[in-house]
Each structure stands twice: as C-alpha cells, then as structure tokens.
T-cell receptor
Framework: DSGVTQTPKHLITATGQRVTLRCSPR?????VYWYQQSLDQGLQFLIQ???????AKGNILERFSAQQFPDLHSELNLSSLELGDSALYFC???????????FGSGTRLTVV | DQQVKQNSPSLSVQEGRISILNCDYT??????FLWYKKYPAEGPTFLIS?????DKNEDGRFTVFLNKSAKHLSLHIVPSQPGDSAVYFC???????????FGAGTTVTVRA
C-alpha cells in the first residue's frame, strides 16, 4: 500500500457519460498530480494541485476538470466520455512541490 | 510530442545477467531524470534518479548513467533477478517544473 488511495479501481461506462475519479493523497502530502496512461503509451501529465490550488496544467481536455478539496483529496471529473478516453488514470502525491512522487494503483476506465 | 522516448518496448534477459534499458530525451531544459518500476495492477514506484550535474548514480544493483551531450540515459540492473520483471518508465523534469514527462515504458522479463 503506497498510501495514495484511488477509487474506484475499475469503471465501465458508456460514451457520453460523466464519471468522477477520486484520490486521497498520502498523509501529509499537499501536492496531487493526475496522469493518464493510454494503451502502449507513457503516462501523460494532466494537472497538478497544491494545497487546494491548481499549479500546473498539461494536455488536459476541456471535457476534463479536477479539484482539490480542503481535506486535500482530489477528484478528476471526465464528461462527455469518448471511446478514446479509455485509459488508466493515476493519481500521485508529494509532500511539497518536489520529485518524490508516490503513485496510487490507478483507476482503469473503460468507455463502451 | 513525446519528449522522452524509450525505443525498446520489451527486453528479455537471463537471470544473473545485466539488463540495460535506454531512454532518450529531446528537451534540453530537462535537468532531473528518474526511473520508475511498475508491476501489473499497481502504480509506478520510484526506483532511482539522477540530476544533470552528475553522470552516474548507483543504488545497489541499479545504476543510472546520463549522457547530456547525447540527451541519453540508461538504467543498468546487475545482476537481474526474477523479481525485476516489470515495466520500467523513464521520466524527466525541468528545473522548477515538478510535472514529469514519461517515456512509453520498457517491459523487462527476467528468465530463470
């Protein structure tokens, strides 16, 4: 157990739907990062939050949004889902804005 | 645009021999490099890193070499063990930019 908790582990949904992925960071970590891993691809950075504020944005689609709540957990919202959104979504956390990422085990999203 | 490339999707090596994983990058602003290891159904876990001020970093059986002029780094695992069978991701970051750019990964299989 890495200390970063992601729920759900698996999600199957239909095109056009909306889903919410949840991440609880490791205790004490203020930074949360979201990454997407599509088939045979590396992890693509989506967005970073630090202590409730958005700090960096990657190639995140407009249909996707995220937030970090006062208790530091984060949610990634994916809407108007398309088949191509099927991927593994990883959350990672770190104590500060540092390189010591700890990853969760991911949420596998399948859009049918 | 893939700024970090791992051109070998897979590597098979006999137990006890050396595993050499390669990684190339294109962004000259990258100054910190990491290797992550990933088992199925788990998130990536940090393995070893190297700063651009060094050309070698060693941790037990794992050594990372950095060739800045060639924009190339490699991970050596000596000796390879069955538990090393996993997917290895190369990642890089630029100064003061804590998001990581990942390669597509290399699947290592250690044969008994």
């Amino acid at each position: 157990d890495s200390g970063v908790t992601q729920t759900p582990k698996h999600l199957i949904t239909a095109t056009g739907q909306r889903v919410t992925l949840r991440c609880s960071p490791r205790s004490g970590d203020l930074s949360v990062y979201w990454y997407q891993q599509s088939l045979d691809q590396g992890l693509q950075f989506l967005i970073q939050y630090y202590n409730g504020e958005e700090r960096a944005k990657g190639n995140i689609l407009e249909r996707f949004s995220a937030q970090q709540f006062p208790d530091l957990h984060s949610e990634l919202n994916l809407s108007s889902l398309e088949l191509g959104d099927s991927a593994l979504y990883f959350c990672a956390s770190s104590a500060a804005q540092g390189y010591g990422y700890t990853f969760g085990s991911g949420t596998r999203l399948t859009v049918v | 645009d893939q700024q970090v490339k791992q051109n070998s999707p897979s590597l098979s090596v006999q137990e006890g021999r050396i595993s050499i994983l390669n990684c190339d990058y294109t962004n000259s602003m990258f100054d910190y490099f990491l290797w992550y290891k990933k088992y199925p159904a788990e998130g990536p876990t940090f393995l070893i890193s190297i700063s651009s001020i060094k050309d070698k970093n060693e941790d037990g059986r794992f050594t990372v070499f950095l060739n800045k002029s060639a924009k190339h780094l490699s991970l050596h695992i000596v000796p390879s063990q069955p538990g090393d069978s996993a997917v290895y991701f190369c990642a890089a970051s630029a100064r003061n930019d804590y998001k990581l750019s990942f390669g597509a990964g290399t699947t290592v299989t250690v044969r008994a």
